[in-house]
């Protein structure tokens, strides 16, 4: 199920920050198109859903209009699942706006191109989450840190919207060994590790990514919170998370590496925790938004 109730997490100055340089790239200079209003001729515009889709990105939205002096009613909420039944003439409005029309218009293409991104998001991210359940599975399915620059915070939430795990945030939020730190290091795992734990203290969780069996065990045995199994074989993978979760109940096993729609329900083994994807933050659909004048 999507989640509906998320919108406290996020901080109010970070959403104030992202806002104030989306309106500063859209509008660096002169607004030229808007001499043809009058500074504060008042309207009312309707903000237009054209598809299904699990609606998302409402903060920030709210933040473009409130930064421009404009305010916003929203007919649905967020995390809600917009269905066919919804959008009967392939388009329903979900929200109006009202204030000056060139306040609207100047935060119209951010307030659109964020909440058809984090819908489209949202939307993708349930359907993956949504055929595990309908599997059975009971882990968690993630993100990671492929993100567009500069959108993390957005793109994160988006996923917890849709259901999923936001996984780490960034290096500061999980001690995550790669094969590149491994094989900087000298290869040494156990010696990572430890050099990591010692560092990191007990609060953070230490991860490895794991290319073979013999990585794995390694990892487990020198004391790793998470195991990640990197491009395996959907087979290989459900089995050797098995074998080391009996040997080490502990640590969670997380799948990850070229694992999308084709292949993920493959991968929804018993013993595997977490289902990372990239394609989640990468490649998404967007959802199609419009903003009109309200016709009276």
Known sequence: MPHENLSSILPAHK?????????????????????????????????????????????????VFKEVGCSINWLFPEGCRITSEDVPFRKVVVATVTGPVVNILRGERNALNCLSRCSGIATGVNYFVSKAAAAGWKGSIACTRKTTPGFRLCEKYSVMVGGGDSHRYGLSSMAMLKDNHIDAAGGDISSAVEVVRKASGFSVKVEVECRSENDAETACRSGADVVMYDNFEAKECCELATKMKRAYPLVTMEASGGINHRNFECFLGNDISVISMSCLTQGYSCIDFSLKVKQI
């Open 15 to 63: 959403i104030r920050g992202l806002v104030q340089n989306w309106l500063d790239e859209d509008l660096p200079s002169f607004d030229y198109a808007s001499v043809v209003f009058s500074s504060n001729e008042i309207s009312t515009f309707e903000l237009f859903c054209k598809g299904e889709c699990v609606l998302c990105g409402i903060p920030f939205v709210d933040g």
